[in-house]
């Protein structure tokens, strides 16, 4: 069936340092992905998304990495800041419409100063 | 501002009442959610509505209920049929094709029975 899964539930990382945060994915007919960012007690914050015919996406900071051939996500934050800290969710989808949209479980990402 | 306004943001509920979560959203987006999101848990889809008087139910359906009445507007109901509804409930909506296929979110609102 769909999932979308993490490989890491939490992630440490020194601040300045690059932070990155996987995801993998398990529906082939996906062609959507996005990164959220949920800070404690917000709802989710849109980061960045790329579509199936991209290999990479960058934003400012960010970067989302897509292997389609071993289904895979990635989200690559630059030197990671104290506000970094948060939950990500991954999610995918098909573009168009009304499609249903599998979200992660979500990966915690704690910057330590 | 744009964006997606759900109240209240803490709501208690005694054993057997219904209780009601607004959503409100002035993007002109077609399609609502509600997701529920437990701790430490990823979230689950409830009811969806892809457009005004029509609506679908999620995975999770089973002691909920909503109305799609206004395209602005999307209200969540938590009946007593729901035996477990402590959680944080997020409230999406999702413009056509032409504006996107991000989802945006509210910023949730805690439901707790007492």
């Not at chain 1, 490989?7 to 992905?33: K, M, R, W």
């Not at chain 2, 997606?4 to 959503?23: A, D, M």
């Not at chain 2, 979230?43 to 999620?58: E, H, P």
């Amino acid at each position: 069936g769909e999932s979308v899964g993490l490989h890491l539930p939490t992630l440490s990382v020194q601040e300045g340092d690059n932070s990155i945060i996987n995801c993998a994915y398990s529906n082939s007919a996906s062609d959507y992905f996005i990164w959220y960012k949920q800070e404690s007690g917000k709802g989710p914050q849109f980061i960045i998304d790329i579509r199936s015919n991209m290999d990479k996406r960058q934003g400012q900071r960010v970067t989302v990495l897509l292997n389609k051939t071993v289904k895979h996500l990635s989200l690559q934050i630059a030197a990671t800041q104290p506000g970094d800290s948060a939950v990500y969710f991954c999610a995918e989808t098909r573009a168009g419409g009304y499609q249903k949209v599998t979200f992660g479980t979500g990966t915690k990402l704690q910057v330590i100063p | 501002d744009g964006g997606i306004t759900q109240s209240p943001k803490y709501l208690f509920r005694k054993e057997g009442q219904n209780v009601t979560l607004s959503c409100e959203q002035n993007l002109n987006h077609d399609a609502m959610y509600w997701y529920r999101q437990d701790p430490g848990q990823g979230l689950r889809l409830i009811y969806y509505s892809q457009i005004v008087n029509d609506f679908q139910k999620g995975d999770i359906a089973e002691g909920y209920s909503v109305s799609r009445e206004k395209k602005e507007s999307f209200p969540l109901t938590v009946t007593s049929a729901q035996k477990n509804p402590t959680a944080f409930y997020l409230c999406a909506s999702k413009g056509n094709g032409n504006s996107g296929n991000t989802i945006y979110f509210g910023e949730g609102s805690w439901l707790t029975v007492v």
